[in-house]
């Protein structure tokens, strides 16, 4: 397939005003509506929905924000199939209502408009660092800043958002999306420090020391987990989220083109089963790849991408081979030149110019190795209390989002986060309280 048909945009352009009206009208407002328990965050689905219908769109913005720091962001990245679209009841009639694009649609209209401006209470209740800007951290300000919170947020990149600025393709999610709602967020009171390196240009005792009540440590998994296969050193042999990085800097005017791992008409292997394998795929086709080909070890069901986004890989060109591992990388004069794969028909080689590896990441111990008291396990994942909920083993130091777990989807590190957030706020009002 010729590069040049694929959009490096955003592939699904959203429901009109007429388009998500008509949608909105199927919603049946179950008595027991079975969509939001296949929310992580509960969202009150029928009732903004039903705002929709009526035409009430800032209504509908006000009830999904009870919720939500993040909805323009989650109508387009969420596993909708796996959660509130999975669960509706018009499945049975294989025709769900589309709540991810409802709720894109309501959140992208908001910020077109600027329909809805919080009331920012006064920033009284105590003073929070955030390390992170990504899922995590954003729903944790914005939680607390709600709440009357002083919160500064640190972020080592040029750009806030984390994961979502530079992890996701523009295709899935446009960057200025992510830009307006970290807008959003700056609105409600929070600051943001970006490229500050947190364990480096400063520590979580000088957050300490400068006054903040507490510290949410939100930096996601930024290690990628590596292969020890044989000669996995070549040149040649990438991590799928440096490429992604990389491509997205690329699209920002931030890098020239000739940084971005992959060339044009280079043949690529992306080893992994998951959405950053189809994600890593579908952009080194658009990176002008003559051949992309997803090498998973296991057979198609076993698969944890989204049947969506493999779809939508198989039709812009992408081939899948199963139960095939990757045995051996061989080069020479220290580049990649072709790999041997086993497969259930026996061993063979095949040319590769560039793998991208996509198994999985794990947390980075810059943080915790500048931080004396916080705890983690034997992965490197840091280790949390019940109560107050995520403090870690270090009083007033709390953590959540992929630091604390294996990487998950957005909408969970939210979930998690949101929990996180109602600790924050119960540890520092108690400590006010024994200051006074």
Request: hydrophobic share 40%; proline share 4%.
């Amino acid at each position: 397939m010729e590069t040049k048909d694929l959009k490096f945009g955003e592939l699904d352009e959203g429901f009109t005003i007429k388009e998500a009206i008509e949608e909105a009208k199927r919603c049946l407002n179950c008595k027991n509506p079975v969509c939001i328990k296949g929310c992580p965050i509960e969202n009150n689905i029928p009732g903004f929905i039903h705002q929709l219908f009526m035409g009430n769109i800032g209504a509908a913005m006000h009830i999904i924000n009870e919720k939500s720091n993040l909805p323009a962001i989650c109508g387009r990245v969420c596993p909708h199939e796996k959660q509130c679209v999975g669960h509706c009841v018009l499945n049975a009639k294989k025709r769900p209502i589309q709540v991810g694009k409802l709720e894109r649609f309501a959140a992208d209209f908001d910020g077109n408009m600027g329909l809805i401006r919080d009331k920012i209470p006064q920033k009284t209740r105590g003073k929070v660092a955030v390390i992170g800007s990504g899922p995590a951290g954003l729903t944790v300000a914005g939680d607390l800043a709600r709440e009357g919170f002083n919160v500064m947020i640190f972020e080592g990149e040029q750009e806030a958002g984390g994961v979502l600025m530079y992890g996701i393709p523009e295709y899935r999610l446009p960057k200025d999306v992510v830009r307006k709602e970290v807008k959003k967020i700056e609105a409600l009171g929070v600051t943001f420090i970006t490229q500050c390196m947190v364990g480096q240009a400063i520590t979580v005792d000088n957050m300490f020391e400068q006054g903040f009540d507490a510290v949410f440590i939100g930096s996601g998994t930024a290690l990628p987990k590596s292969l020890d296969t044989p000669g996995y050193t070549l040149r040649g042999v990438t991590q799928s989220s440096y490429f992604l990085r990389m491509a997205s800097l690329c699209n920002t005017g931030s890098i020239g083109r000739e940084e971005v791992p992959v060339k044009q008409g280079d043949i690529v292997g992306v080893i992994g089963g998951g959405n950053v394998a189809m994600d890593a795929a579908r952009t080194a086709l658009r990176m002008g790849a003559g051949k992309v080909y997803v090498l998973f070890r296991r057979t198609m069901d076993q698969m944890s991408a989204l049947q969506t986004e493999y779809n939508e890989a198989v039709e812009e060109g992408v081939e899948f081979l199963w139960e095939t591992t990757v045995t051996e990388f061989i080069g020479s004069n220290g580049k990649l030149e072709k790999i041997r794969v086993k497969t259930p028909e026996g061993e063979n080689f095949m040319p590769i110019d560039r793998i991208l590896l996509a198994i999985g990441s794990r947390p980075a111990n810059r943080i915790v190795s500048t931080t004396s008291g916080i705890k983690v396990d034997d992965t490197g994942y840091v280790i949390t209390k019940e109560r107050p909920y995520g403090m870690t083993t270090r009083k007033g130091v709390f953590a959540g989002g992929d630091v604390v777990h294996t990487p998950q989807t957005v909408v969970l590190a939210m979930k998690e986060a949101k929990q996180v957030a109602k600790g924050i706020a119960q540890f520092v009002d108690a400590k006010k309280l024994l200051e006074e």
